[in-house]
């Protein structure tokens, strides 16, 4: 299995009339299906699996989940049997029909589907020992990737030199990806976090894994929660990959480049800003959503 972290270029984004400078670091560039921040996440994660000879990798996700996507590519070239504990019980009988869970199906992940009250034990320790007496012992991956080891992944998003930017932007899940970057960036940048979903125990979690405070979360983006969209972001999506030959997810990159371009048309940036957005992957969720909106006679992504 071969990841591409040189393909993560950075591109200008041409803006007309404006007087701040927008760029784009490729990260979805790395791999096909372990994209953008889940490469920079695993990485670590994979390792200590192996080091510590552990023949199994378990984590949780919903069903258009990127993660569970990237656990399931991963865990098949590198030889790790993968289990997916899945959020909604009423999906079993949907594999087929579901993009996400047919290809981590077709990667040899083997599935538990548990109700929402179920999955919210997702973090508790009986739960988890339920778990390994029905599957064998595993290395644990927590929901959406996030532990240390995936910070320590992420903090080689940045490299010295993209010190030249202003402000460096990225979508927010878990907190793990904004984690790394606040880490690794310098104490003069900006690290702006876009969360992809309502909900006010990021700010806590985030403060778990940073000690620099050269950061904020823009919490007016998400949309209305998280894998909610409207026709105006689906449009954004499509116009935005038209104009600019790059294409981006309903779920968090789009969302996260909506709020750039609002908070530049605002005037949220100082003249002569330099901004770095972080394109973190997700274009493996494209199918799933385009499936969603057609049966809510909404335009797709193209
Ligand atoms: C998972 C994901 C995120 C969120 O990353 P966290 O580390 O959980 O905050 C952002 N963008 C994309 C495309 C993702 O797949």
Known sequence: ????????????????????????KREDKIHEFVSGNKYRKLKYNLLEAKTRGFKTLLTFGGAYSNHIAAV????????????GVIRGEELESEISNNHTLRFAKQNGMQFKFVSREVYRNKTSESFIN??????????????????????????EILVDINGRYDYVCCAVGTGGTISGLIN????????????????????????????????ELITDYHFRGYAKVNEGLIKFINQFKKEHGIPLDPVYTGKMMFGIFDLIQKNYFPEGSKILAIHTGGLQGIKGMNAKLVKRNLPIII
């Open 184 to 215: 690794c960036s310098k104490l003069r940048q900006q690290v702006l976090g876009f969360p992809a979903l309502k909900g006010g125990f990021l700010q806590q979690d985030i403060s778990n894994f940073v000690e620099q405070t050269n950061w």
């Open 130 to 155: 339920e778990l390994k007496n029905e599957f064998g012992d595993f290395y644990l991956i927590p929901e959406g990737g996030t532990n240390a080891l995936a910070v320590r992944g992420c903090e």
């Open 1 to 24: 299995m071969i990841f591409k972290p040189e393909n993560s270029v950075i591109q200008q984004i041409t803006l007309p009339n404006k007087d701040v400078e927008l760029f784009i």
């Open 72 to 83: 399931a590519s991963a865990g098949l070239g590198f030889q790790f049997k993968t289990i």
